[in-house]
């Protein structure tokens, strides 16, 4: 007899690998006190919570889950750790009784608060810090002053400089296009203007819904055609038992000699002769498939020539006009900074190195 996953060593032996692996992972790749403590707080719990669970299912999205939190770890993705985390933390405060009003707010507040740019600059420390002593080109072991006072400032102007070059390489290739995409659902095509000011989480929200909202109209009209595909089989049996019944001929073939189940095909629904029982009772499945091939062509139609109309080339038309003239502005600031600032930058000093001259241009 097979023995339940939670009966065999190996098991436990591979989800306390992968508990020690995040450990590790959080400690090296998070510069973070806040979110190390979270990364390790929600794991624990989630493990504790778990720990009798014998859905197998269950057990495959936690470590799943847990071995993607690695992958972004190693990445050094927070966000995306935060967001998956936070995941987990509201299903476990699901259960859990709200506080009184009485209790005051800081002190159930008990996770540390860090300077985000001091976190961000341990991060680029402890990159610029393993990139230079895998080369040998700094000892190992340097004191916390040292690092401080003299490596930091060159970690912050190597990673600034490495910054400048990529704007540069942008301004280089030129204004960001602007072009036209789809979106596919169903038979139609959804065009929409797709340039880098309307990208990502700038994406209009009324495009978003109505994306979403024709996809949903695609997938039922996809699932009716699947219905009735499955209704005419029993259509189709019940005619001929009706056929041999009132003549005492049996009728030999399928539906598919009288529908077609192409849902990409503009002929007509009926592709055979069939007598009067058969009429009788595939006519009303018939109805049906024109119907549902009537409305997804007419979206495809709609969305086709929404493509070559006025409004979208107008929209186009002003995308083009705005990523160029945001190109121009960041050309000219640019350019400003390269012949004013650049020259005169000094990594240790405050106010004159090249992240604060960067930021002070809006780079």
């Known amino acids: ?22 450990l590790r992972n959080c400690t090296k790749y998070v510069h973070s006190v806040h979110l190390q403590q979270r990364v390790r707080r929600v794991t624990k ?34 966000e ?14 699901r259960r859990k009784k709200r506080p ?5 707010f800081m002190a159930t507040n008990k996770g540390p608060t860090q300077d985000p740019e001091r976190v961000k600059s341990s991060k680029i420390l402890a990159d610029y810090l393993t990139e230079k002593q895998g080369k040998l080109q700094i000892p190992s072991n340097i004191c916390d002053k040292y690092k401080a006072q003299l490596i930091l400032p060159l970690a912050l102007h190597e990673h600034a400089l490495r910054k400048l070059q990529r704007i540069e390489f942008k301004l280089a290739a030129g204004p960001p296009k602007v072009s036209l995409n789809y979106t596919a659902a169903g038979k139609a095509r959804i065009w929409f203007v797709r340039s880098a000011l ?44 009706e056929n041999l019944m009132e003549t005492g001929c049996f009728i030999t073939g399928g539906p598919e000699q009288f529908m ?46 929404f493509k070559h109309g006025s409004v979208l080339q107008a929209q186009r038309h002003y995308f ?23 020259q005169f930058t000094v990594p240790f000093f405050k106010k004159q190195n090249l992240p604060s001259i960067m930021k002070s241009y809006k780079f």
Not at 321 to 334: D, P, S
Request: glycine letters at 2%; charged letters at 30%.
């Open 45 to 78: 719990v989630t493990m504790l919570k778990h720990k009798s669970d014998k859905s197998s299912w269950n057990v495959y999205k936690l470590l799943r889950d847990m071995k993607r939190i690695n992958s972004l770890l190693v990445k050094s993705k927070t």
């Open 320 to 342: 083009t006009e705005k990523a160029l003239t945001v190109f121009m502005n960041r050309k000219r600031r640019y350019n400003k900074m390269l012949q004013e600032e650049l």
């Open 100 to 104: 009184s009003p009485s209790v005051d």
């Open 198 to 241: 309307n990208k990502g989480r700038r994406q209009s929200r009324a495009l978003g819904r109505l994306i979403r909202s024709e996809k949903r109209k695609a997938q039922k009209n996809l699932d009716y055609w699947g219905h009735c595909q499955e209704n005419s089989y029993w259509a189709w049996h019940e005619a001929l038992w």
């Open 80 to 93: 995306k750790v935060w967001r998956l985390l936070t995941t987990y933390m509201g299903k476990s405060s």
């Open 260 to 305: 077609s189940w192409d849902s990409k095909s503009v002929k007509r629904v009926g592709t055979a002769e069939c007598n009067d029982t058969l009429n009788e009772w595939l006519e009303p499945i018939k109805h049906s498939i024109a119907v549902l091939h009537t409305q997804s062509t007419t979206a495809a139609k709609y969305y086709e020539n």
């Open 1 to 22: 007899m097979v023995l339940h996953f939670s009966q065999i060593p190996r098991h436990r032996t591979y989800v306390l690998h992968w508990y020690r692996y995040t």
